[in-house]
C-alpha cells in the first residue's frame, strides 16, 4: 500500500475510535438523563437564568471521567464543567453538553440530547447527538457522511416553500431575501433544532448572539457533513474549542439558502 493511502487509512481508523467511543458514552450518558427524566430532582441556576439539574451534572461526571480516561491527551470543554486554560495546549479536545435542552427536559419534553464532539485546530471531526427520548440518534465524522439511526442524512435541496427557525426578528428579516416562507415552532435544544436541518426537517435556522461552542459543535460537523452549514455574518464557519466558547449571530441551513441568509444577518445587530 502506498504511503499515501496508508497515511488516509490510518486517519479513517483514528475518526472511527474516536466516533465509537463518544457513541458510547453518549449512549450511556443518555440512558443516565432517562433515569432522572420526569423525577423530581435538584435545580440550581447559573447566572439567575439557566436552571441545571442534578441529571445535568451526573451526566457530566459520567462523560468527563469515562472520556478523559480514555483520551487523556484531549482537552475537555463542557457547560457543567469550569473551564480551564490547559485545554488550550491539546491537539484534540471534547466538547460537551451533557443534556442539551435542559429547560424541555425538566419541564417533561422530549426534545433534548447529549452532544459530545470531538474538535481538532478548531472544527470538529467526530461528532454525536443522543436523543434518547425521541429514540434518535445522530452521527457524523469529518468526510464521511451524516447519518440518523444509522441511516444516511441529508439537508434539503432547492424547491418549495423554505421553512426558517429562530429568533421572530431574524425570521422576519429573510422574508424580503428568500420570499414566502414557514416559520418553524420554537424549538428548546438548539442542538437538535440544527439537526432538524441536517435531517431534512427544516430548511434553516437563525441562532442568536451567545451561542456556545457546546450547543453547536456536534450538531454543525453533522449539518455539514449532511450538505449544509453555519456560518457567521460574513459567510464563515465558526471556529471552536478557542479561548472564548461564545458567538455572534449565526444561521445553519441547507446549502442553497446559507449565502443568503448570511447576507440577511450582515444587515441585522448582531
Known amino acids: 500500500m502506498p504511503e499515501a493511502d496508508r497515511a488516509d487509512a490510518a ?7 474516536d466516533l465509537a467511543l463518544i457513541s458510547d458514552a453518549a449512549r450511556q450518558g443518555g440512558a443516565i438523563a432517562m433515569r432522572y427524566f420526569g423525577r423530581k430532582q435538584e435545580i440550581w441556576m447559573k447566572g439567575g437564568t439557566s436552571p441545571v439539574s442534578e441529571a445535568d451534572y451526573a451526566v457530566d461526571t459520567y462523560l468527563r471521567e469515562t ?6 491527551d484531549y482537552g475537555w470543554l463542557s457547560e457543567e464543567t ?3 486554560p490547559d485545554r488550550l495546549g491539546s491537539r484534540r479536545t471534547f466538547v460537551v453538553d451533557p443534556i442539551d435542552g435542559t429547560r424541555a427536559y425538566l419541564d417533561g419534553r422530549d426534545i433534548w440530547c447529549v452532544s459530545i464532539a470531538v474538535v481538532e485546530q478548531g472544527q470538529p471531526i467526530a461528532g454525536v447527538l443522543e436523543c434518547p427520548a425521541r429514540g434518535e440518534f445522530f452521527s457524523a465524522i469529518s468526510g464521511g457522511g451524516a447519518w440518523l439511526d444509522g441511516k444516511p442524512a441529508f439537508a434539503r435541496l432547492a424547491g418549495g416553500r423554505p421553512s426558517v427557525g429562530g429568533p421572530k426578528a431574524m425570521v422576519d428579516a429573510a422574508r424580503p431575501v428568500i ?8 424549538v428548546p435544544s438548539l442542538a437538535y433544532r440544527v439537526a432538524m436541518v441536517a435531517a431534512g426537517r427544516i430548511d434553516a435556522t437563525f441562532i442568536k448572539a451567545n451561542a456556545h461552542d457546546w450547543d453547536l459543535a ?4 453533522v449539518l455539514a457533513e449532511a450538505g449544509g452549514g453555519i456560518v457567521n455574518r460574513a459567510g464563515f464557519t465558526p471556529s471552536y474549542a478557542g479561548a472564548d466558547p461564545r458567538h455572534g449571530s449565526l444561521v ?3 446549502a442553497y439558502l ?3 441568509l448570511a ?8
Open 11 to 17: 486517519i479513517a481508523s483514528d475518526l472511527a475510535a
Open 67 to 72: 472520556l478523559r480516561a480514555a483520551r487523556p
Open 82 to 84: 469550569a473551564d480551564s
Open 179 to 186: 420570499g414566502d416562507l414557514d416559520t418553524v415552532s420554537y
Open 218 to 221: 456536534a450538531a454543525g460537523l
Open 252 to 254: 445553519a441551513g441547507s
Open 258 to 260: 446559507l449565502e443568503k
Open 263 to 270: 447576507g440577511v444577518l450582515a444587515d441585522l445587530p448582531d
